[in-house]
């Protein structure tokens, strides 16, 4: 059976720069799922053309658009890029010019030239939890992030921050508290296996 092998991580997106390729419907759904988890994320876009609804939703969060074809100078200074146009070629040469460079890239739809993919997000408060399919399916992705959306209480950021503050008053070095943290916490595991039975 093969394995998912990809290295979960939560990226702070408004910390690093963002280039999108591509202005059609890819980019556009792209750009909606970054700002979606990350109405700070700091993106820059580059197309010789944009729809409206890409336009309005940039307008709307800050988003740099560049009309211009793609050229590799579009990534100095960019931590991670997405291509997202119609044209392979061009994607290709976007991935082959971010790997000389050391920067991350995913081409839309082609997970071969994909250093990450951009899964399935379930987001509650300060709870995120992230959904792979190691690319293979994000139609399971979705179907997954809707379940999870539906088991995840909604009062579970409350429960988030109140541990938090429990945490600021327990004594000891980082071990210590990470074993009381984890008996304090395992009574509401067992309190929902309890629940189902």
Same mark, same amino acid.
């Not at 700091?42 to 074809?69: C, D, W, Y």
């Not at 082959?96 to 460079?101: I, L, M, T």
């Given at each position: 059976?093969?394995?998912?092998?990809?290295?979960?991580?939560?990226?702070k997106?408004?910390?690093?720069?963002?280039?999108?390729?591509?202005?059609?419907?890819?980019?556009?759904?792209?750009?909606?799922?970054?700002?979606?988890?990350?109405?700070?994320?700091?993106?820059?876009?580059?197309?010789?053309?944009?729809?409206e609804?890409?336009?309005?939703?940039?307008?709307?969060? $800050?988003?740099?658009?560049?009309? %211009?074809?793609?050229? +590799?100078?579009?990534?100095? #200074? &960019?931590?991670?890029?997405? @291509?997202?146009?119609?044209?392979?070629?061009?994607?290709?040469?976007?991935?082959?010019d971010?790997?000389?460079?050391?920067?991350?890239?995913?081409?839309?739809?082609?997970?071969?030239?994909?250093?990450?993919?951009?899964? $399935?997000?379930?987001?509650?408060? %300060?709870?995120?939890? +992230?959904?792979?399919?190691? #690319? &293979?399916?994000?139609?399971? @992705?979705?179907r997954?992030?809707?379940?999870?959306?539906?088991?995840?209480?909604?009062?579970?950021?409350?429960?988030?921050k109140?541990?938090?503050?429990?945490?600021?008053?327990?004594?000891?070095?980082?071990?210590?508290?990470?074993?009381?943290?984890?008996?304090?916490t395992?009574?509401?595991?067992?309190?929902?296996?309890?629940?189902?039975?």
């Amino acid at each position: 059976m093969e394995k998912n092998e990809l290295y979960p991580v939560f990226l702070k997106v408004s910390q690093l720069n963002i280039l999108i390729v591509g202005g059609g419907n890819v980019a556009h759904e792209k750009l909606t799922f970054l700002l979606k988890s990350s109405p700070n994320a700091n993106v820059v876009m580059v197309s010789p053309m944009f729809r409206e609804v890409t336009i309005e939703l940039a307008n709307k969060f $800050g988003v740099h658009m560049q009309h %211009n074809s793609y050229d +590799a100078e579009f990534l100095e #200074g &960019k931590h991670m890029v997405i @291509a997202t146009t119609d044209n392979v070629t061009v994607n290709e040469q976007v991935y082959h010019d971010c790997r000389a460079k050391n920067i991350l890239v995913n081409v839309a739809d082609n997970p071969p030239f994909c250093d990450f993919y951009m899964g $399935g997000i379930v987001t509650k408060g %300060n709870v995120k939890v +992230a959904i792979s399919t190691n #690319g &293979k399916s994000p139609t399971t @992705a979705k179907r997954l992030r809707q379940f999870f959306e539906d088991v995840i209480p909604e009062n579970i950021d409350d429960l988030v921050k109140n541990l938090n503050e429990y945490r600021k008053t327990i004594k000891g070095d980082f071990e210590q508290k990470v074993e009381t943290l984890n008996e304090f916490t395992k009574g509401l595991v067992n309190k929902k296996e309890g629940d189902e039975n």
